[in-house]
Every structure is written in structure tokens, then in C-alpha cells.
């Protein structure tokens, strides 16, 4: 069973995605890790992002995934990079990163290869458009821009205390755009996808109706094989 979680930046997509994964028991794949990783490795080795020895290098790197302690953590080349991955400056490296053609295929295929023969939970941008059209279940989170950047500020507040949630709502509109207009697997909801709106729904309601979505469905695919 493959279950495809989409939406845009800040509407909760990680947070969803794991619990939804721990109730149903399914691996949990975050491809938005992925790039962010991607865009922490060529930073920190000093690489521009259009190098074409970009491209040969991201083809030897290692994703890893690995619940621990309540927390899905990501792992590049055996380092563990979950912190490293969340701060603004990533956030908007990895959306550069995102629109590079050559690096979203080789991801694809990393995503598609770590999904093989398991019940998996995939969160992203272009999940059920792209990386699998064929999943099972396909969900499209959305939110209001000032509901997402309420909940974003009172993470990143505590990193950065100066940050206001007009910054943020000004670069989760930037990002939202530059998503949903690229050229390569532009942000959209899937034709057979399923919207939840989350702005009025806390995180254990979201997870709550997610599951039910999927079980229901479960229950469909096993009442046609009888």
C-alpha cells in the first residue's frame, strides 16, 4: 500500500505524515528531507547548485530513514542531518534545488528505491502527480498562508527570536510560488487526490482522518477481491 501526501510549504505535511505512518504501522519516506539534504550537501561542499558535478555526486549519495525516540530521522551518507535540514536558509537552497531537472530524477528514482516492497507513507510536493500516480491513497494537505505561518513561527522563534510571521508569510508566498510554477513537477494536487484543508483542524484530527481515508480504502480493496 502506498500512501501519497502532498502540500505546500508549512501546512504540516512532516508532522502528519509520521503520525499517520506510526498508526498504520508503514515505513515513512520524506522526500522534501531529500531535498533539503541535497541542498545542505552542495552548501557545505561549496558546489553551485547548476554545477554539473552536482549532478554525478547526488547520484552516489545515501537516504536513509529511521524512526527513533518519536522522531523520523534523515540520514545522508550514514550522518545524520535531521536538524541540520530545518532552518530557513535550507528551506529556501532546497527550492533552488527542486527546480534542477537532472536532480529531481535522480531523487525519483532514490524515492522510488526505498519504497520498493514495503507499506510506505511518502510525503512531498509531487507525490501522487509523479513519484507515484499509481498510490493507493492520495492526499493534498492545504492551508491558509497566515494559519502556516503561525505554525511555522512558533518553531522557528525559538532558533531565531527577531524572526517575525510576517518574514515567514512573506517566504512561505514566495515559496509556494516558485512550487507550484516550476517547470519540473510543479506543486499540485493530484486529478484523483483527496484535499484536506488543515486550517481549522489541529494535528491529531488531520492524522485521525487521514487513517480513516485509508482504512476505508483498505477495507474497498480487500471487499473487491473476495
Given at each position: 500500500?502506498?500512501?501519497?501526501?502532498?502540500?505546500?510549504?508549512g501546512?504540516?505535511?512532516s508532522?502528519?505524515?509520521?503520525?499517520?505512518?506510526?498508526?498504520?504501522?508503514?515505513?515513512?519516506?520524506?522526500?522534501?528531507?531529500m531535498?533539503?539534504g541535497?541542498?545542505?550537501?552542495?552548501?557545505?561542499?561549496k558546489?553551485?547548485?547548476?554545477?554539473?558535478?552536482?549532478?554525478?555526486?547526488?547520484?552516489k549519495?545515501?537516504?536513509?530513514?529511521?524512526?527513533?525516540?518519536?522522531?523520523?530521522?534523515?540520514f545522508?551518507?550514514?550522518?545524520n542531518?535531521s536538524?541540520?535540514?530545518?532552518?530557513p536558509?535550507?528551506s529556501k537552497?532546497?527550492?533552488?534545488?527542486a527546480?534542477?531537472?537532472?536532480?529531481?530524477?535522480i531523487?525519483v528514482?532514490?524515492?522510488?528505491?526505498l519504497?520498493?516492497?514495503?507499506?510506505i507513507?511518502?510525503?512531498?510536493?509531487?507525490?501522487?502527480?509523479?513519484?507515484?500516480?499509481?498510490?493507493?491513497?492520495?492526499?493534498?494537505?492545504?492551508?491558509?498562508?497566515e494559519?502556516?505561518?503561525r505554525?511555522?513561527?512558533?518553531?522557528?522563534?525559538k532558533?531565531?527570536?527577531?524572526?517575525?510571521?510576517?518574514?515567514?508569510?512573506?517566504?512561505?508566498?514566495?515559496?509556494?510560488f516558485?512550487?507550484?510554477?516550476?517547470?519540473?513537477?510543479p506543486l499540485?494536487?493530484?486529478?484523483?487526490?483527496?484535499?484536506?484543508?488543515?486550517?481549522k483542524?489541529?494535528q491529531?484530527?488531520?492524522?485521525?482522518?487521514?487513517v480513516?481515508?485509508?482504512?476505508k480504502?483498505?477495507?474497498?480493496?480487500?471487499g473487491?477481491?473476495?
Amino acid at each position: 500500500m502506498k500512501i501519497a501526501i502532498d502540500g505546500p510549504a508549512g501546512v504540516g505535511k512532516s508532522s502528519v505524515s509520521f503520525g499517520v505512518a506510526q498508526e498504520m504501522g508503514y515505513m515513512l519516506i520524506d522526500t522534501g528531507a531529500m531535498y533539503r539534504g541535497t541542498a545542505l550537501f552542495a552548501l557545505e561542499n561549496k558546489i553551485d547548485f547548476d554545477d554539473s558535478n552536482l549532478i554525478s555526486l547526488v547520484k552516489k549519495n545515501n537516504f536513509s530513514f529511521k524512526e527513533e525516540d518519536g522522531k523520523n530521522l534523515v540520514f545522508l551518507n550514514g550522518k545524520n542531518i535531521s536538524n541540520l535540514i530545518r532552518t530557513p536558509e535550507i528551506s529556501k537552497a532546497a527550492s533552488s534545488v527542486a527546480t534542477n531537472k537532472e536532480i529531481r530524477a535522480i531523487l525519483v528514482d532514490k524515492q522510488r528505491e526505498l519504497a520498493k516492497n514495503s507499506d510506505i507513507v511518502m510525503e512531498g510536493r509531487d507525490i501522487g502527480t509523479v513519484v507515484f500516480p499509481d498510490a493507493e491513497v492520495k492526499i493534498f494537505l492545504t492551508a491558509s498562508v497566515e494559519e502556516r505561518a503561525r505554525r511555522r513561527f512558533k518553531d522557528l522563534q525559538k532558533k531565531n527570536p527577531k524572526i517575525t510571521i510576517k518574514e515567514i508569510e512573506e517566504d512561505i508566498a514566495k515559496r509556494d510560488f516558485q512550487d507550484s510554477n516550476r517547470k519540473e513537477s510543479p506543486l499540485k494536487k493530484a486529478d484523483d487526490g483527496i484535499l484536506v484543508d488543515t486550517t481549522k483542524l489541529n494535528q491529531e484530527e488531520v492524522i485521525k482522518l487521514i487513517v480513516s481515508i485509508i482504512r476505508k480504502k483498505i477495507s474497498d480493496i480487500e471487499g473487491k477481491n473476495e
